[in-house]
């Protein structure tokens, strides 16, 4: 293995898509999760998506959400993110004092229709537009590419798809790109190859590349090690491994934020979280959904921590 | 990162580690999930320990399980390994016609005793007098190294404790090394390093190195990448992830042998073993142990099968 980075950037996501497919929980219990990530260090989330109430109820908070932890984002020196899909949405996202925007661009045209109502030709050009409303708000977008690594109808996609479409959101003024193996079908030898390939088309225009990745069939933290060894500077990652897409079958949880930020803590690439406060803030969620959640180190405690080694 | 090898071993342990700290469960039953292992195409698998049944009851059918698969195992060309202590234990073993050897050194001493009741210089006196047993009998000897990558007592262990120890088995006629990640606490960086170090100790012998690895802290397949792409030829893993060391707090089961298989047979590293066929074997093993298991290929299906795509 070649030497890890000295620190990645690990982006919670547990409030967005960890929250997008449960039952909505309250204001406040959200408010209560956000304090928790903050207190334990995170300072890049993913905090609502502004899309439909109808489709997601979930999220039909989400300008109070935001407006509600605008104070505490500021001070704290915390970017938060807002999925939008449409202008309307980046709208709604800018009027509520969101930070900055994520929108979402599929690779595969079904997954495109069933998740965003449109195939990927017309959501380029969505794009576009949100783009150009984000830089009259001073808000940057990065484009979250879904199914970059597979796609639940069409199976695997094409290497070339992916790298024409982040090469395309680029040229409309994408900040960040975002690879997202939507439901859990990426194995490392082929994230590696696939974010290599990425940065390559970003990396001219000065744009980062981070991974979004799902623990489906046991390979999220392996994946997230193999896209940073291949040079992603971001991971996204959610309490207890919340998540997945309502749009997606099959997709398992996201991978646990706590299990990545564990990981990389112990082989001293420094994310700037503190893993038993991220436990801490895991036990929060888990009170709010009302459910025991997935991942490992909120049960196994960190490996050779006091209360792991018996005396 | 680099190419992986053509192809790997993978060592099922189900049957042994898997089961060690289970209720005892019938011989039948084992040997139902014997024939679904083989029938997957498993052509290497811990069989049974053959030690104390007051200290493991689940293995004190060793004797006659070995016997029960002697023809199965010859016709199909499976490797059957046995667990030993001690001399007592390895007799037992030759006698009742297992094929080859394990015998577990521990690289901590407390580990050790707690372990096997003696310490670690003790246990490399016993290992000599195994060899010279299981020589007369053409049967060979791999040393496991238990908690060679750390330790629930003392915490991390040195990483020339566990070459000086690789170096003396060697030279007592071992003919592998299994480096065994006891509690879950190996992470892939020292992995890799330990892999490497202990290969530059077998390398000359001609004495191979294999990895027997937890999904404790969520690390399992991530580490068994690393472990193969640092040169080891064989991972140890088990059904649904049963197992874990019934002297070792916090130790959780080892890593899914479907969630490995199916990572590597992804990344075009052969493992002659059919995934959903050891989904089948999963479901015998969960039916006979009589609860859920864990692992996520069995969950959620290999990726891009027909059954995981909707139509």
Redesign the interface.
């Given at each position: 293995?070649r030497p890890?980075p000295a620190s990645i950037t690990v982006r919670d996501v547990t409030l967005r898509d960890g929250l997008q497919d449960e039952q909505p929980i309250d204001l406040a219990d959200k408010l209560a999760v956000f304090e928790a990530l903050i207190d334990a260090g995170v300072r890049d989330l993913e905090l609502t998506s502004f899309v439909r109430p109808d489709r997601v109820p979930a999220m039909a908070d989400a300008g109070q959400f935001a407006a509600a932890t605008h104070e505490a984002a500021g001070d704290a020196g915390v970017v938060r993110w807002g999925l939008v899909l449409n202008q309307r949405g980046a709208q709604r996202a800018l009027d509520a004092g969101i930070d900055h925007l994520q929108f979402v661009v599929s690779i595969s045209d079904e997954h495109s229709r069933r998740n965003a109502g449109a195939g990927v030709a017309e959501r380029l050009d969505d794009l576009a537009a949100v783009v150009a409303d984000a830089d009259r708000s001073q808000a940057i977008v990065e484009v979250t590419l879904a199914t970059a690594f597979?796609c639940?109808?069409q199976?695997?996609v094409d290497v070339g798809d992916v790298t024409a479409t982040a090469r395309t959101a680029i040229d409309q003024g994408v900040r960040g790109i975002g690879l997202a193996d939507t439901?859990?079908?990426g194995?490392?030898?082929?994230v590696?190859a696939l974010v290599e390939q990425v940065i390559d088309v970003g990396a001219p225009a000065g744009v980062p590349v981070g991974v979004h990745l799902h623990?489906?069939?046991?390979?999220?933290?392996?994946n997230a090690?193999?896209a940073v060894?291949?040079g992603a500077t971001r991971v996204d990652a959610s309490l207890g491994g919340l998540g997945g897409c309502p749009f997606a079958?099959?997709a398992?949880g996201n991978?646990?934020v706590e299990?990545v930020v564990?990981?990389f803590e112990?082989?001293?690439c420094r994310t700037g979280i503190d893993v038993a406060r991220l436990i801490d803030a895991a036990t929060i969620a888990t009170g709010a959904v009302g459910r025991a959640l997935d991942?490992?180190?909120a049960?196994?405690?960190?490996?050779?921590a006091p209360s792991?080694?018996?005396t």
């Amino acid at each position: 293995m070649r030497p890890l980075p000295a620190s990645i950037t690990v982006r919670d996501v547990t409030l967005r898509d960890g929250l997008q497919d449960e039952q909505p929980i309250d204001l406040a219990d959200k408010l209560a999760v956000f304090e928790a990530l903050i207190d334990a260090g995170v300072r890049d989330l993913e905090l609502t998506s502004f899309v439909r109430p109808d489709r997601v109820p979930a999220m039909a908070d989400a300008g109070q959400f935001a407006a509600a932890t605008h104070e505490a984002a500021g001070d704290a020196g915390v970017v938060r993110w807002g999925l939008v899909l449409n202008q309307r949405g980046a709208q709604r996202a800018l009027d509520a004092g969101i930070d900055h925007l994520q929108f979402v661009v599929s690779i595969s045209d079904e997954h495109s229709r069933r998740n965003a109502g449109a195939g990927v030709a017309e959501r380029l050009d969505d794009l576009a537009a949100v783009v150009a409303d984000a830089d009259r708000s001073q808000a940057i977008v990065e484009v979250t590419l879904a199914t970059a690594f597979g796609c639940p109808y069409q199976g695997p996609v094409d290497v070339g798809d992916v790298t024409a479409t982040a090469r395309t959101a680029i040229d409309q003024g994408v900040r960040g790109i975002g690879l997202a193996d939507t439901v859990g079908t990426g194995v490392p030898t082929e994230v590696a190859a696939l974010v290599e390939q990425v940065i390559d088309v970003g990396a001219p225009a000065g744009v980062p590349v981070g991974v979004h990745l799902h623990d489906t069939r046991g390979l999220g933290v392996a994946n997230a090690l193999a896209a940073v060894d291949a040079g992603a500077t971001r991971v996204d990652a959610s309490l207890g491994g919340l998540g997945g897409c309502p749009f997606a079958p099959g997709a398992s949880g996201n991978v646990s934020v706590e299990d990545v930020v564990h990981a990389f803590e112990a082989m001293d690439c420094r994310t700037g979280i503190d893993v038993a406060r991220l436990i801490d803030a895991a036990t929060i969620a888990t009170g709010a959904v009302g459910r025991a959640l997935d991942g490992h180190v909120a049960l196994a405690g960190p490996r050779f921590a006091p209360s792991t080694v018996p005396t």
